[in-house]
């Protein structure tokens, strides 16, 4: 499992509730968009330990992102 992986352990534990991109990007001090969705964003999703709230949507202006069960076993329980 990607849990494993420094970027995505900082993404679990800066993820409370719902949040869009630039505020999870905000949170972890991050200013290039590109290397977050390819360090932090993709290898989480992938993992299923976040999930999209519009999964058939993924580009929309509205996406945010939340923690999954196997997420916040991951992260510690929380």
Do not use: C, E, W
């Amino acid at each position: 499992m990607n849990s494993g992986n420094p970027q995505v352990k900082r993404l679990l534990a800066a993820l409370h509730g719902s949040m869009d991109r630039a505020a999870l990007q905000a949170g972890l001090g991050l200013t290039d968009r590109k290397s977050f969705r390819q360090r932090y964003l993709q290898p989480a999703l992938a993992a299923g330990l976040i999930a999209m709230t519009i999964p058939d949507k993924p580009n929309s202006r509205l996406q945010q992102y939340q923690l999954t069960a196997r997420g916040r076993r991951a992260r510690g329980g929380s």
